[in-house]
T-cell receptor, first 112, second 113 residues
């Protein structure tokens, strides 16, 4: 079983739609959670950190359920520029630092 | 403030040759991480270094791969005797501390013929 699992998609949605991505992780010792965005053949860029209380950044809302080991990302009012691969990322902190564990990504395509 | 710089962006090698990938961290960052992304897969951690020290190499293949981060100069990921399966995008990230946000470079795409 992969340590971080995501639905690969693709999710094809029209502009203005609301779309939600889910992710599960297997290591209960994981302590930090993130969503990164990766555009085609480019480097991953941090979209937002995810907290147990849930957090929102503009059109993006992230939720964490530690009991179910489940992370979600909600995108409202989708824009064409939101088309990308969304990577669910988990970090299990060790005394000597952090190693990020990436899901394989969920592809989003927003169409006009 | 320049970001994480990787070079070359694209590298073509024939089987059996050596590949050297370089990474200069962001200014003020002394922690460097290397990740590999195979086609259609997520990024996989390879190694974590802090100036002159390897902190965690649990993701490095046992043979042919090595990494260093000297006191002066960029971090180097070295792959000896490359094989076709080494073809991938290799990303470097840096941070100010072991538990801080990692920022990624644009990657080096290695193609082995």
């Amino acid at each position: 079983r992969k340590e971080v699992e995501q639905d690969p998609g693709p999710f094809n949605v029209p502009e203005g739609a609301t779309v939600a991505f889910n992710c599960t992780y297997s290591n209960s010792a994981s302590q930090s959670f993130f969503w990164y965005r990766q555009d085609c053949r480019k480097e991953p860029k941090l979209l937002m950190s995810v907290y147990s209380s849930g957090n929102e950044d503009g059109r993006f809302t992230a939720q964490l359920n530690r009991a179910s080991q489940y992370i979600s990302l909600l995108i409202r009012d989708s824009k064409l520029s939101d088309s990308a691969t969304y990577l669910c990322v988990v970090r299990t902190e060790k005394e000597y630092g952090n190693k990020l564990v990436f899901g394989a990504g969920t592809i989003l395509r927003v169409k006009s | 403030n320049a970001g994480v710089m990787q070079n070359p962006r694209h590298l073509v090698r024939r089987r059996g040759q050596e590949a050297r990938l370089r990474c200069s961290p962001m200014k003020g960052h002394s922690h460097v991480y290397w990740y590999r992304q195979l086609p259609e897969e997520g990024l996989k951690f390879m190694v974590y270094l802090q100036k002159e020290n390897i902190i965690d190499e649990s993701g490095m293949p046992k043979e042919r791969f090595s990494a260093e981060f000297p006191k002066e100069g960029p971090s180097i990921l070295r792959i000896q005797q490359v094989v076709r399966g080494d073809s991938a995008a290799y990303f470097c990230a840096s941070s100010t501390g072991g538990k801080n946000i990692q920022y990624f470079g644009a990657g080096t795409r290695l193609s082995v013929l």
